[in-house]
């Protein structure tokens, strides 16, 4: 991409409504406008990462088994009513009348209309087990949204729905979730610890969060040290045995406030082992039986002919959100360190001299072999200042910068930058497209 035919609004000034640093670096970098009170629109760079993320859940719930389906964002009243939760969901539910004088709602998770969808086609538990899930955008009219894409009132969310014959075979899909989002945290460069949480209004008695260590964090979590140190699993792991993987996590201490129990963590992790901090919540898994499969009627018959409610789990990560925490955990005083997993370019190429025919012809020459290479490419041809070039180009937090300027290339070298590190380098122009081009 060119900059100069792109649509890359950078703020000078951090807006003053802003709080915490993903907020205000999410509107200076040109990722999000804000269109009413936790409302944005998503600028093209924002878009580009948020894309990232959303395909590396996507892929990590593939591996896990579960199938992808896309349902509405407008919801049917009645289903709600059917499950009971219509009246009690409250104010957060916007609520809405079509000309039909027929009663909608933008639909806050989506338990009722995937129940809706699996009792219409499954009724053998040969068809077992299941998980469907989308990535889809929710609305929640919170009282006080804040902190941007962190706690909005539209915001995207991959929610995941899990349907088995009985409560060994709910377990086991609950324990895929609980490693995939382990893993997929840990393709964005994120540390997410595995706590014991609420439940609140999605309802049942089995729920873990995944929180994000940060300062800025909505929640106090309380947890034993090795937790946060703990790496995923991996792919490579047997998914239908995974209770080794989950009880290594879940026999350690760990709980958000809600869930806290002083006395039990002082009595499971010695002084040096205990650690209280503010999180944030990435993801949150539950497992609730039949609480919606039994009023809604969505039966399966067993191998013994006999039929009973679904059990039933549902298992949220706020994809919208990831982006706040992923600049919560990953900047510095200069912008934004994508992660290179998430970053909405593989890298900018800044020529420091546009109209010099020497950096005009190296640069495109390494803009068309590396995009030759399928590596994405922000090209700053623009006429700004080199100092205005590297400060947009840390702002907005490019893993890598090959800096191509006259002085150096009279030698025949270019310089390469590298975001998180600081560090940079001078060699041959080739040598640094070669190794670029290799990734
Ligand atoms: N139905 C279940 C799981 S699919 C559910 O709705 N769970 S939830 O309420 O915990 O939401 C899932 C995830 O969405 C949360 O872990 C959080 O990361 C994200 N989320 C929830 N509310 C918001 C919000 N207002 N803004 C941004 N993200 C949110």
């Not at 970098?29 to 924002?46: H, R």
């Not at 609305?139 to 088995?164: I, Q, T, W």
Request: some cysteine; charged content about 30%.
């Amino acid at each position: 991409m060119r900059l100069s035919r792109y649509f890359l609004p950078t703020l000078k000034e951090t807006p003053s409504d802003a709080q915490i640093v993903s907020h205000k670096l999410m509107l200076r970098a040109g990722l999000i406008k804000q269109e009413a009170a936790g409302i944005y629109a998503w600028l093209p760079l924002g878009l580009k990462v948020l894309k990232k993320i959303e395909q590396i859940v996507r892929e990590e719930m593939n591996r896990a088994g579960a199938v992808e389906i896309l349902m509405p964002t407008l919801q049917l009243a009645d289903l709600w009513r059917e499950s009971g939760r219509y009246d009690d969901y409250g104010q957060e539910m916007l609520r809405i009348t079509d000309r039909h004088k027929r009663d909608l709602l933008y639909g806050p998770t989506a338990e009722e209309v995937v129940t809706d969808i699996f009792r219409a086609f499954v009724r053998s538990y040969r068809d077992l087990p299941m998980n469907l899930y989308n990535i889809q955008w929710k609305f929640r009219d919170e009282v006080r949204p804040r902190f941007g894409v962190m706690r909005g009132r539209e915001f995207l969310m991959k929610d995941a729905y899990s349907f088995d014959i009985d409560e060994a075979s709910a377990r086991k899909a609950y324990n895929r979730m609980f490693v995939a989002y382990l893993n997929l945290f840990e393709r964005m460069g994120l540390k997410a610890v595995p706590m014991r949480a609420d439940t609140g209004p999605i309802g049942g008695d089995l729920s873990h969060e995944f929180i994000i260590l940060a300062d800025t964090g909505e929640s106090q979590v309380f947890c034993h040290k090795d937790l946060v140190e703990m790496g995923a699993p991996g792919p490579d792991v047997d998914w239908d045995n995974l209770e080794g993987h989950v009880e290594k996590r879940t026999a350690l201490y760990a709980a958000t406030e809600e869930m806290h129990d002083q006395a039990r963590f002082e009595r499971e992790t010695s002084t040096d082992q205990r650690l209280s901090a503010r999180g944030i919540e990435v993801g949150h898994i539950f497992y609730f039986g039949e609480k919606y499969s039994r009023p809604m009627k969505a039966m399966i018959t067993g191998p013994d002919g006999v039929e009973r409610p679904a059990q039933m789990g549902s298992y949220g990560v706020g994809v919208s959100r990831l982006l706040g925490a992923i600049i919560e955990a990953s900047h510095d005083d200069k912008g934004i360190i994508w992660p290179e997993s998430v970053a909405p370019f593989d890298l900018a190429l800044i020529n420091l001299r546009p109209g010099d025919e020497a950096c005009d012809a190296a640069c495109e020459k390494a803009y068309a072999a590396l995009q030759a290479a399928g590596r994405d490419v922000l090209y700053d041809e623009t006429d700004d200042r080199p100092g205005a070039k590297f400060a947009r180009t840390e702002l907005v937090g490019i893993p890598w910068s090959m800096v191509v300027g006259p002085k150096g290339l009279a030698e025949g070298n270019v310089e390469l930058r590298n975001r998180r590190t600081g560090e940079t380098s001078t060699a041959a122009f080739d040598s640094v497209l070669d190794g670029l081009i290799k990734g």
